[in-house]
């Protein structure tokens, strides 16, 4: 805008839009914490396929029930997902130290060759010195993993060299192991990398996150050797950097592990960093129901703070085992808490295992219903119960329990939402409450779709209005705050996100000098209103059957 107008003639002025855009929110990025066979630990990693969880975590496992649960998630549908992998370690909040922590692999340098008697000497001396110093590289993080990699070094480029007047650099390959003295793929290479902590490609500086995915130094000295000798006529007569210690895949996690330290964020709390996640998944992690109970507690209070659903697997066992429903019902009910931010799904699922030939075997169900719930959501919509028979549950041919109409009778008024079979339909999500649905609580959350919706309002509003924090708190202000908000819920009621044949039926939208008064004013406060009528599933559809016998038809 001019400051002022100094000569005749016309003036352009660019006035802002009182409109801003108000996006909705993702409705279905899936957290899972737990066991991973490789990968950083302690850290929320966004994936976007089970190829990428292969990539970064190591595929399947069987000691990981989280690797599992991530694979039935995309196979059903699901998109987005951030994985915490999770390992016991000897700074672990545990009140014991593990028995067993998780160690990366170390690896010291190693020299043989075939020069002249004189010029070997040199070289293993210049080795010994490195060694001397304490320099060794180890696995970017734990796990038995990284024993199956070769480090071997190489002469750098003789024109680096030169330029930089530096006889010190050398090339650094990482290859997978394909045998104990054979390498087998290379993973990595980095070219011209200096011993010298003042050089930019100082090793030091290269075997970092975010650069190489393999390698860290383990140990870092700045007395180091200034030269290596190599015979890059054979290169396999290297230098070389061979495993010293071995790796450890850790122990049995507990709860103390799974949950982590919310200050150090650890654990579960490594999703404080993650930007947005709308479902939490905790597959089993030990043998224990109790310690998972416990891991619950504290998710269920995480996902409050974080406007999450936590997807509840059930306790192990089956109805048979427990002799009746009201047996499920009490085991469950001293396993989680009903908490309206939760929902459970029983029985178990039955699917193949690839790692065992396929055979069948019971897993969790929090993955497949995740992506059930992702592929419900791009398909109908967050508002849509993820439930019914397009809710099918891809890659699982059986459930552990088989269900009968009046066993789903007595735990879907529980609050309990079953996993059915049905002819020609097959294996299919069969319930969608929240952990307050049971129709005794009469809870206004009682339904997984109802709050869901109101989450997803929530966290976009919540987002979409950071622009009116220090804005002059007065009518112009709310006027343009109705019109973004109102936007936003009309293209949701168009969309058949709530109840009501018109806008007014279907929700509203208030802030005046109702909401907001002059002490609200004053203290620097703007009240918004925000209602909505949200759909609600039809669970329950009667037909009622009359004969007819003479009477007329209208």
Request: aromatic fraction near 10%; charged fraction near 25%; glycine fraction near 6%.
């Amino acid at each position: 805008m001019p400051t002022a107008y100094t000569y005749p003639g016309v003036y352009v002025e660019e006035l802002p839009s009182s409109v801003r855009s108000i996006i909705g929110v993702g409705t279905s990025i899936t957290a899972f914490v737990g066991r991973a066979l490789k990968g950083p630990t302690d850290k929320a990693t966004l994936i976007h396929s089970f190829a990428d969880y292969t990539r970064i975590f190591g595929g399947l496992w069987t000691k990981s029930n989280m690797s599992y649960a991530v694979y039935q998630y995309f196979q059903n549908g699901g998109v987005d997902a951030i994985i915490v992998r999770v390992v016991a370690t000897k700074n672990s909040n545990a009140k014991t130290p593990p028995t067993e922590p998780a160690m990366p692999a170390t690896f010291t340098l190693h020299y043989t060759t075939t020069k002249a008697p004189a010029e070997k000497a040199s070289a293993e001396k210049a080795v010994e010195e490195l060694k001397a110093t304490g320099f060794k590289l180890k696995a970017a993080n734990p796990g038995l993993w990284g024993e199956k990699l070769d480090i071997v070094l190489s002469d750098a480029d003789e024109e680096k060299k030169e330029q930089d007047e530096d006889p010190t650099y050398f090339n650094i390959a990482i290859y997978q192991k394909i045998a104990s003295d054979e390498p087998g793929p290379m993973l990595e290479m980095f070219r011209n990398v200096s011993l010298d902590p003042e050089k930019p490609r100082f090793i030091g500086k290269i075997l970092v996150d975010g650069v190489s995915a393999y390698l860290r130094v383990a140990c870092e000295n700045k007395d180091l050797p200034p030269k290596l000798v190599f015979d890059n006529s054979k290169p396999e007569k290297n230098p070389k950097y061979v495993l010293n210690a071995g790796a450890s895949d850790g122990a049995e996690l507990t709860s103390q592990m799974v949950v982590g330290d919310e200050d150090a964020k650890t654990g579960m709390y490594a999703l404080k960093d993650a930007d947005l996640f709308n479902l939490l998944c905790i597959p089993a992690y030990s043998e224990s129901d109790n310690d998972r109970k416990v891991t619950y507690a504290a998710a269920l209070k995480f996902c409050n703070d974080k406007r999450a659903i936590l997807l509840v697997d059930p306790p192990a066992g089956t109805i048979d085992s427990w002799n009746s429903t009201a047996k499920v019902l009490e085991n469950i009910n001293e396993y989680i808490d009903r908490d309206k931010n939760g929902a459970i799904f029983f029985p178990r699922i039955v699917a193949p295992d690839p790692l065992e030939e396929y055979r069948l075997k019971e897993f969790d169900p929090c993955g497949v219903v995740a992506g059930v719930i992702a592929r419900t959501d791009a398909q109908r919509g967050v508002w849509k119960a993820p439930a019914g028979i397009e809710a099918v549950l891809s890659g699982v041919p059986d459930l552990a329990v088989r269900l009968t109409n009046e066993q789903n009778g007595e735990l879907n008024p529980k609050g309990v939402n079953c996993l059915r079979i049905f002819p020609d339909v097959g294996r299919v999500i069969w319930g969608s409450r929240t952990l307050r649905g049971a129709d005794s609580l009469t809870d206004q959350w009682k339904y997984l779709s109802v709050r869901r919706t109101a989450l997803y309002i929530e966290e976009t509003l919540f987002r979409g209005t950071q622009w009116v924090v220090f804005e002059p708190n007065d009518e112009r202000l709310w006027a343009q705050i109705r019109l973004n908000i109102g936007a936003f819920m009309h293209s949701l009621f168009v969309k058949g996100a709530f109840q009501g044949s018109d806008p007014k039926q279907a929700y509203l939208v208030k802030c005046d000098s109702e909401t907001t008064t002059q002490t609200d004013i004053d203290a620097g406060i703007v009240n918004i209103l925000v209602g909505f009528a949200p759909l609600k599933p039809a669970e329950f559809v009667v037909l009622k059957i009359q004969q007819l016998a003479g009477q007329e038809l209208e």
